[in-house]
């Protein structure tokens, strides 16, 4: 069975000091896919207990969102989640990582989180992220040392979007705007919080 890799914010708070954490949907459906086909495991920047956004708590009670914070495996997993620094590449078949605003404060700047992305893109292992989770992908480098984003097609929460649930402020910048100034091809739906994939290799 193949084995994937979870990856966590640990930044609770954002620059304004809000909420941050990572978004509980982001994680709960994912999981509930992959979990008959992959043996699933957690990380982060800090280890163990990543947070939660509350809010996305709060307003996401879908079976599959409750039943993730319900879970025994799954609290287990939380409860003993991974430091980035313990992890390696060669272990996993595939790296996710989860959205939220935390992982532009502290994934997308992380050296570990830099180093770990860049492995599995440079063993030919799958790479993905959902919402702001690809601005964790925005300093790992292939093997010439070029950003791995750039000329890729890539997708995740627009500029509009940020604007319209007013987070511009919360987070150092934009995750659209950080995507193109490392090269990367962002997409994105026709209409704010519309569905939209984007997928290369």
């Not at 879970?71 to 272990?91: F, G, I, M, P, R």
């Not at 750039?150 to 910048?173: M, N, Q, W, Y």
Request: proline letters at 8%.
């Amino acid at each position: 069975m193949p084995s994937v890799l979870f990856v966590f914010t640990s930044a609770p708070k954002t620059l304004t000091d809000a909420p941050a954490g990572w978004y509980l949907p982001e994680a709960a459906h994912p999981y509930w896919v992959l979990t008959p086909h992959a043996t699933i495991e957690f990380a982060s920047p800090e280890g163990p207990n990543p947070p939660v956004n509350e809010y996305s708590v709060q307003t996401y009670k879908d079976d599959d969102s409750v039943k993730f914070l319900n879970d025994d495996d799954v609290k287990h997993k939380l409860a003993n989640t991974k430091k980035l620094s313990e992890v390696s590449a060669e272990d996993y078949d595939a790296i996710f990582y989860i959205g939220g605003l935390g992982p532009a404060i502290d994934l997308a700047t992380d050296p570990v989180n830099a180093k770990l992305a860049s492995e599995f893109w440079n063993s030919q292992k799958i790479v993905s992220g959902i919402c702001h989770g690809p601005v964790a992908l925005v300093e790992a480098v292939d093997s010439d040392g070029k950003p791995i984003l750039g000329g890729k097609r890539v997708t995740g929460l627009s500029a509009r979007e940020e604007e319209i649930i007013d987070v511009t402020k919360d987070v150092p910048f934009l995750l659209e705007d950080k995507i193109r100034s490392v090269g990367g091809i962002y997409e994105k739906a026709d209409e704010p919080f519309g569905v939209g994939t984007a997928q290369f290799g």
